[in-house]
């Protein structure tokens, strides 16, 4: 029997279809849902689904209104209203995570429900269908961010937990509503509320109950990030990694028959995920977003059928009885009779005396959406010379008071695209300061305020105003699990294909972008003598799933 509740009020006006996030079906449209679906009627405060639940179905509302709400019960925050003609429903439905947020019916009517299963047949053979809902889900999930609709965190700026925390948030791209100790009355009345003491925190507030200072797994967990239940037995292939190669490895694994297990340490996109535009990838000739780049391919991973997993580190390797077996950091462990590292590289940070302090307060690795919010109207730093860099600095020059680009060579041509740089060149609320590094930071209680900048040329300094400090500097490969298992260079990256020198243990020479171990290939920035494009990660990523399959019809 459907849930009953008290209508909400009907005070509040359908949401304008802003940038695609509320489309109405046409009539041919509903048509092909009707065939898929059920035709039911609904009375008001009728919930059709709710925050937390395990599985609900997609709804196309014929006649009446549905409200979106957070916090349904208590809070009873209004998201959007939905009349006829329009869909319910966020990104989640398509992950299989369980909802953020409520649907009641406002005004009694009809809608059409579909199970997911079905929705998954109908938009595969209707590709119209397919970039509508798409489209629009993934916009909605940018609404989300940008109201702080969903989860709620509370903690302390200055606490490290409740940086990591949020961190694994943005970077996941999930919805949430910072409460902050220090500044938040809400914050204080909600612990008194819970019977929560202040070093209990940071405490997260979910349908799903709340967590009390939960490791980034237990708070993936709680929000149905990754793949239900135990992996089999023994994969064919298992990627380490999720950015743009391990994701493409993904797809192709899986679609191509393999059963497939992608893990990743933080979060899927890996650094591409960060770039506020990737203007000259292959398809996208107004650019796209890294994290929009990331959020498909591992849709369209998942609907392969591969298995992804969030977080999860590789600890160890070992090699037993024809396979390999990785241990993770939580002590479990997964088998595959092939590996693909797709582990890419974790980001430098500048040497300079008490960094590490203000990495709380200022400090960012990322230039996204989330916080580009952050540092709106503020003056912002990014030191770096590199795309990503340029990227970040050409999408936080829309937002921030001044821009200021710090790069430590004479100019930009040495590592950054020509596009990116004229287009640099023609921003003039960007500022570029070649043959500079930072020396110094300046703040008080952990907030950064300024900075201070040396000519590496005549030794000059000047101290420049900075709220938000953005560093691109370069990153070190995360191959330590692998030492003494496959050959490297001095600086840990994977050696590939005719860079091994010797053969393999076998007496094989290995294929390319395949290691000194065979059965165990390297893409992306993890190996030696890596492009560092997104375009050549994904390109490696499908190519070698074609490598795996030669070598385990070899084995």
Excluded at 118 to 147: C, K, Q
Excluded at 285 to 309: D, H, K, N
Excluded at 444 to 449: A, G
Aim: with cysteine.
């Amino acid at each position: 029997m459907a849930e009953r509740a008290k209508p909400l009020g009907t005070g509040v006006p359908e949401p304008e279809n802003v940038g695609g996030a509320f489309p109405r079906l046409t009539d041919a449209q509903l048509a092909k849902v009707r065939a898929a679906g059920t035709v039911r009627a609904v009375a008001a405060g009728e919930v059709l689904f709710r925050e937390g639940d395990l599985d609900y179905d997609f709804f196309v509302v014929e006649a009446g209104s549905v409200t979106i709400v957070q916090g349904y019960g208590a809070e009873n925050r209004v998201i959007a209203v939905h009349g006829s003609g329009r869909f319910l429903g966020e990104l989640n439905l398509l992950t299989g995570a369980p909802p953020l947020l409520s649907a009641i019916v406002r005004e009694p009517g009809s809608v059409i429900q579909v199970p997911v299963a079905e929705l998954t047949r109908l938009v595969a053979a209707n590709e119209d269908l397919s970039n509508l809902i798409l489209r629009a889900l993934l916009a909605r999930r940018a609404i989300m961010i940008d109201r702080g609709a969903g989860i709620r965190v509370i903690g302390s700026r200055f606490s490290r937990d409740a940086q990591r925390l949020r961190e694994f948030l943005r970077r996941n791209r999930m919805p949430y509503q910072w409460l902050d100790l220090e500044q938040d009355e809400e914050a204080a009345a909600l612990l008194d509320a819970l019977s929560i003491a202040p070093d209990e925190t940071p405490v997260v507030l979910a349908a799903g109950g709340v967590l009390r200072d939960p490791t980034n797994a237990e708070l993936a967990g709680m929000l149905g990030l990754s793949a239900r239940g135990a992996p089999p037995a023994l994969c064919d292939l298992i990627i380490v990694g999720g950015g743009p190669a391990g994701l493409a490895a993904a797809v192709y694994g899986a679609s191509e028959g393999l059963d497939t297990q992608l893990i990743e340490k933080l979060a899927f996109g890996g650094q591409a995920s960060t770039s506020a535009r990737i203007e000259n990838y292959l398809g996208f000739p107004t650019g796209i977003s890294g994290s929009e780049l990331a959020e498909r391919a591992t849709l369209q991973a998942r609907r392969f059928g591969a298995r992804l997993v969030v977080p999860a580190q590789a600890r160890t390797l070992a090699y037993e009885d024809g396979h390999f077996a990785i241990e993770f950091a939580d002590a479990t462990t997964v088998r595959g009779r092939s590996i693909i590292v797709a582990t890419g590289a974790s980001y430098r940070r500048l040497d300079i005396p008490g960094f590490e302090r203000f990495e709380m307060g200022g400090v960012f690795f990322a230039a996204t959406q989330a916080e580009g919010q952050l540092c709106a109207g503020d003056p912002v730093v990014v030191v770096g010379g590199g795309n990503s860099a340029g990227q970040a600095a050409m999408f936080l020059s829309q937002r921030s008071a001044s821009t200021t680009l710090v790069v430590r060579g004479p100019d930009l041509g040495k590592s950054m695209s020509r596009y990116l740089i004229n287009e640099i060149e023609d921003r003039e609320q960007i500022d570029v300061l070649p043959n500079a590094e930072v020396i110094e930071l300046k703040g008080t209680d952990e907030r950064l305020e300024s900075l201070v900048v040396r000519d590496t040329l005549d030794g000059a300094q000047r101290e420049i105003d900075c709220k938000a400090l953005f560093v691109f500097i370069g990153a070190e490969p995360h191959t330590d699990w692998l030492r003494g298992h496959v050959a490297m260079d001095e600086h840990g990256f994977l050696l590939t294909g005719r860079d091994v020198q010797a053969e393999s243990l076998s007496g094989e020479r290995p294929l390319f972008l395949e290691t000194s171990q065979l059965g165990i290939f390297a893409v992306g920035d993890v190996h030696a003598g890596s492009v560092k494009r997104v375009a050549s990660a994904v390109g490696e990523g499908s190519m070698a799933v074609q490598l795996v399959h030669q070598r385990l019809a070899a084995l």
